[in-house]
């Protein structure tokens, strides 16, 4: 078989301007030839042979006949490459034309037909990948799709509840705005009737001794007063009278000689005694009670006892306040 040849358009067009060379004689006597009428792609030529061998003028013909067949084959091969290398062109730029790629035609030779295969195999295998491509890019579409219109009715949903809920606060605030002057009002009046839980401090005393006393059966009487807010200790006496109803806070405290008991008692109008203390040297006591208005407390000495003061050392103490006025 003869080389590859790769058909070019311009074969077509090929004439020949050449001929056999004429027979050339020699000196010496040449032997006879025949001519042999050849053709090959359409043109025609002449070659000289031996005469009276007709095997190989038959053979030349045969040889002639292969080429020719040969070279329309390969051309019709160059034309099928052709088509199938644009269509492989236009699929790598996205561009596959709706129509089957063209049916090649027969390839007589074994060699050729395998290479048509091999393509026709890639070809087969790009266009399924394709349309696997093409069935996943569908799948996402139709997902994406199902998504946005989820998030769309969510959205939708959303928007709603946040109307209605603006709505609610929007009447709650109105409401409150038309509660406000009742409330105020009703505000008003529970302050003008309802009393502070807390008194402030109105009655306020503290009684003290500056010098020594020495007696029994008696209520306490005192030299000097640090503080008597509310005038109601009378220090002669030694009596504290209540100026208002209320919880008072009394206490006491006493320092006598060191070896001399001392024994004294909180009483409350003159009899009832509310709370005792006693010791040698010194005592102290204290008690809450509720006071209503005019009762009187004082300290009394149950027993002789000797009390031990200076102006500067001022040990006994008879002191109390008001913590709460009776409402």
Same mark, same amino acid.
């Given at each position: 078989?003869?080389?590859?040849?790769?058909?070019?358009?311009?074969?077509?067009?090929?004439?020949?301007?050449?001929?056999?060379?004429?027979?050339?004689?020699?000196?010496?006597?040449?032997?006879?030839?025949?001519?042999?009428?050849?053709?090959?792609?359409?043109?025609?030529?002449?070659?000289?042979?031996?005469?009276?061998?007709?095997?190989?003028?038959?053979?030349?013909?045969?040889?002639?006949?292969?080429?020719?067949?040969?070279?329309?084959?390969?051309?019709?091969?160059?034309?099928?490459?052709?088509?199938?290398?644009?269509?492989?062109?236009?699929?790598?730029?996205?561009?596959?034309?709706?129509?089957?790629?063209?049916?090649?035609?027969?390839?007589?030779? +074994?060699?050729?037909?395998? /290479?048509?295969?091999?393509?026709? #195999?890639? *070809? %087969?295998? &790009?266009?399924?990948? $394709?349309? !696997?491509?093409? +069935?996943?890019?569908?799948? /996402?579409?139709?997902?994406?799709? #199902?998504? *946005? %219109?989820? &998030?769309?009715?969510? $959205?939708? !949903?959303?928007?709603?509840?946040?109307?209605?809920?603006?709505?609610?606060?929007?009447?709650?605030?109105?409401?409150?705005?038309?509660?406000?002057?009742?409330?105020?009002?009703?505000?008003?009046?529970?302050?003008?009737?309802?009393?502070?839980?807390?008194?402030?401090?109105?009655?306020?005393?503290?009684?003290?001794?500056?010098?020594?006393?020495?007696?029994?059966?008696?209520?306490?009487?005192?030299?000097?007063?640090?503080?008597?807010?509310?005038?109601?200790?009378?220090?002669?006496?030694?009596?504290?009278?209540?100026?208002?109803?209320?919880?008072?806070?009394?206490?006491?405290?006493?320092?006598?000689?060191?070896?001399?008991?001392?024994?004294?008692?909180?009483?409350?109008?003159?009899?009832?005694?509310?709370?005792?203390?006693?010791?040698?040297?010194?005592?102290?006591?204290?008690?809450?009670?509720?006071?209503?208005?005019?009762?009187?407390?004082?300290?009394?000495?149950?027993?002789?006892?000797?009390?031990?003061?200076?102006?500067?050392?001022?040990?006994?103490?008879?002191?109390?306040?008001?913590?709460?006025?009776?409402?």
């Amino acid at each position: 078989m003869p080389h590859f040849y790769r058909y070019r358009s311009e074969d077509d067009d090929l004439q020949t301007h050449s001929r056999t060379p004429a027979r050339t004689t020699t000196g010496v006597s040449s032997a006879k030839t025949d001519e042999a009428h050849v053709r090959c792609l359409g043109i025609a030529g002449e070659l000289c042979i031996p005469s009276g061998d007709e095997k190989n003028k038959v053979n030349i013909n045969s040889l002639f006949y292969e080429l020719d067949k040969t070279i329309r084959s390969l051309k019709e091969e160059n034309e099928q490459l052709r088509a199938e290398v644009d269509y492989l062109k236009d699929i790598c730029k996205n561009k596959v034309a709706t129509s089957p790629p063209p049916v090649p035609a027969v390839v007589q030779n +074994a060699a050729d037909s395998g /290479v048509e295969d091999r393509l026709r #195999s890639q *070809i %087969q295998s &790009i266009d399924s990948k $394709l349309g !696997s491509c093409q +069935a996943d890019l569908n799948t /996402v579409k139709t997902t994406s799709q #199902s998504s *946005i %219109q989820q &998030i769309q009715t969510m $959205l939708e !949903s959303m928007q709603i509840t946040h109307t209605q809920h603006k709505q609610e606060v929007d009447n709650a605030l109105s409401a409150l705005a038309n509660m406000a002057p009742a409330v105020k009002e009703k505000e008003t009046e529970t302050v003008s009737i309802v009393k502070p839980d807390i008194t402030p401090f109105a009655v306020v005393f503290d009684a003290v001794r500056c010098e020594d006393w020495v007696g029994q059966d008696s209520f306490l009487p005192y030299t000097k007063m640090n503080c008597n807010l509310g005038g109601g200790l009378n220090m002669d006496t030694g009596k504290f009278t209540a100026p208002v109803s209320g919880i008072y806070f009394l206490g006491l405290n006493v320092y006598g000689a060191p070896r001399d008991g001392v024994v004294l008692s909180i009483k409350l109008n003159d009899f009832l005694e509310l709370a005792s203390c006693s010791g040698v040297g010194k005592a102290s006591q204290s008690c809450i009670i509720e006071l209503d208005e005019n009762d009187t407390v004082g300290i009394y000495v149950n027993e002789k006892s000797k009390l031990t003061d200076t102006n500067n050392q001022r040990y006994t103490h008879f002191l109390g306040f008001l913590m709460r006025e009776k409402i």
